[in-house]
């Protein structure tokens, strides 16, 4: 689908109030070839700004709050200017808190577009890129048609966007002690399935947001039963409660594909922000077991960096590789990981100085 037909697509969404905010920044993200988008509130009264939403390469997760003066994206969007750079380096005066982050985490260029509704919320939609150029200006035209339908989002009622979680255990007591802390977050929804079978027969509503699960199920190891949940389709984040450190507990987690590893021990305290980390297409592992496992890159993770290289896009790089999307998202954060990576462009220049590269 060409640029302007999904822009048109996402517009027609927000004028039927069909999408969430994430599904929004998800499908700006994907027509503006972003390295990153987010979608801010802006609190004049208290000089602050809020993230809200944010999609694409990990920097400031939805929560965060900041005085609007940290960030020049912001400052610009609360006085109702837009705000562009096409070289962040080379942008005077771009050198505020955030702004030195922002460069840090690798992102070149970038734009802030101003939300603003007559009678509701301020706002902001950031957009960031890896690379210098005009981009972010020609991004700036292509979503000028979406400012009004956001607008308007910002001011509808809040409404938590629940996270769906898949908890597979063959231990029922265990399973539903685990969807019930979960649950009793307010900011998840899980459904409990005994077998790959039962998850694929009697899954949740809709596709899960993350996968929990043991280091067996059934008598099975790790890599089998995920492998039967990744053959049917499930793509979602692997988030691995094992129930000690022992052997090498974390190393067959990550090499089955888990991007979090949380004790059992540990999840009163840590359960719900793994969640919400790999939900995020971010890493959760334990600060005393976070050392390097598992550095070599696998062939297909290869093959992806090799993609990155080339400047492509995860829609690219799948239809490339015959994956899916989430598939080859999923095989980037493990890269990232073991490259010890924040971004494409970090990750590149890493690679490249290893020898991976040519």
Known sequence: MAQPEMISEIEQMLTNGEPSLSEVADGILEAVGAARVSI???????????????????????????????????????????FVSPDFDQRRGFSRPLDRIVREHGFRSGASLPLRHAEGRDGALNLHFDSTGPTAAEACTLVEPLLGGLSLALDQPDEISLTAVLVCHDDPLVGHGIARLLEETGLARASLARSPLDAVRSGPLRAPDVVIGDLALGGRRIDAWIGELRAAGVDAPLLVVAPHDGGDSLGVALAAGATGFVLRADVEDALSLAVDAVSRGQSWLPRSRARRQETALTPRELDVLSCLDRGMRFRQIADSL???????????????????????SEATYTARHRGLLG
């Open 40 to 82: 801010s509130e802006i609190d004049l009264r208290d000089d602050a700004f809020e993230i809200i939403e944010a999609r694409g390469e990990a920097l400031l997760g939805p929560g965060t709050r900041f005085p609007l003066g940290t960030s020049t994206h912001h400052r610009s969007a609360a006085d109702g200017k837009v």
């Open 322 to 344: 015959g994956i899916s999307q989430t598939t080859a998202k999923t095989h980037a954060r493990s890269l990232f990981r073991k490259l010890g990576a924040s971004s494409r």
